[in-house]
C-alpha cells in the first residue's frame, strides 16, 4: 500500500528565498507530524497536526517556519527567508492515531546555499 | 533537544553475532520506540514497548525497558548484513491524564555496522 510521500525529494534554497515542502500522509492517518535531522543527529519535533489542527507547534524553530494541514490531509511546511541554518532533512510522520507507531515519509533534504 | 542519550554511538559486529544497543532518557513516557535509519531512507519503525510492560519480542528483535532507570535495550541476534543501519530509540511523553498523541523525542543514534 502507499506509505507516507514526499516532495520535492531534493530543494536547493539560495539564502533568503521562501520554500515550501509537501507531505502526503497515509490515507486516513489522524495524526501528522513534522521533524528536522541535521546530519549525523536524531530528527527533532517541530509540529503535530490532529486533523486538521494545529495542536503543537513548540518545535518550530522561528516565525519563519509555518505549516498547515486544511483539509486534514496533505500538509505543507513553509520556510520563509531561508538561512544556512535550515539546511536539513525534514520529515514527515503519519500514525493512526496518537501515541502508536509513526510512518515516516523518505524526507526533503533542503541546502540552503 | 534531544531527550535520549544512546549508547554506543557506533558498533562494528561481524555477521552472526548478536548486537546490543542502549538507550537513556530523562522523562516520563508513555512508550518508548525503536527506529531504524538506512543511508538515503527513511525511519522504519521497528518495535514500540510500552510504559508498563518490562520485555518485547519481535523475530529477531528483543528490547527491553527499565522505567526506574529511564533506559531501554534493543538486542538484535543473529545479525545480517543488511541489519546496517542507525538505530535510534524514541520516547513518547507521558502525561496526568495517562494518554499521550505521540510526539517522538530522539535520541542521537547508534550506528550499527555488520560486516558480511
Known amino acids: 500500500g502507499a506509505g507516507v510521500s514526499q516532495s520535492p525529494r531534493y530543494k536547493v534554497a539560495k539564502r533568503g528565498q521562501d520554500v515550501a515542502l509537501r507531505c502526503d500522509p497515509i490515507?486516513?492517518?489522524?495524526?501528522l507530524f513534522w521533524y528536522q535531522q541535521a546530519l549525523g543527529q536524531g530528527p527533532e519535533f517541530l509540529t503535530y497536526f490532529q486533523n486538521e489542527a494545529q495542536l503543537d507547534k513548540s518545535g518550530l524553530p522561528s516565525d519563519r517556519f509555518f505549516a498547515e494541514r486544511p483539509e486534514g490531509s496533505v500538509s505543507t511546511l513553509k520556510i520563509q527567508r531561508t538561512q544556512q541554518e535550515d539546511s536539513a532533512v525534514y520529515l514527515c510522520a503519519s500514525s493512526l492515531r496518537g501515541g502508536g507507531e509513526q510512518y515516516f515519509g523518505p524526507g526533503t533534504r533542503l541546502t540552503v546555499t | 533537544s534531544q531527550q535520549g542519550e544512546e549508547d554506543p554511538q557506533a558498533l562494528s559486529i561481524q555477521e552472526g553475532e548478536n548486537a546490543t544497543m542502549n538507550c537513556s532518557y530523562k522523562?516520563?513516557?508513555?512508550?518508548l520506540q525503536w527506529y531504524r535509519q538506512n543511508s538515503g531512507r527513511g525511519l522504519v519503525h521497528l518495535i514500540l514497548i510500552r510504559s508498563n510492560e518490562r520485555e518485547k519480542h519481535s523475530g529477531r528483535l528483543r528490547v527491553t525497558l527499565d522505567t526506574s532507570k529511564k533506559s531501554s535495550s534493543l538486542l538484535i541476534t543473529a545479525s545480517r548484513a543488511a541489519d546496517t543501519a542507525s538505530y535510534f530509540c524514541?520516547?513518547?511523553?507521558?502525561?496526568?491524564?495517562?494518554?499521550?498523541?505521540?510526539?517522538?523525542?530522539f535520541g542521537q543514534g547508534t550506528i550499527l555496522t555488520v560486516h558480511p
Open positions: 524514541a520516547t513518547a511523553p507521558g502525561n496526568a491524564g495517562g494518554t499521550s498523541y505521540g510526539k517522538l523525542t
Open positions: 490515507s486516513g492517518h489522524v495524526s
Open positions: 522523562t516520563s513516557i508513555n512508550n
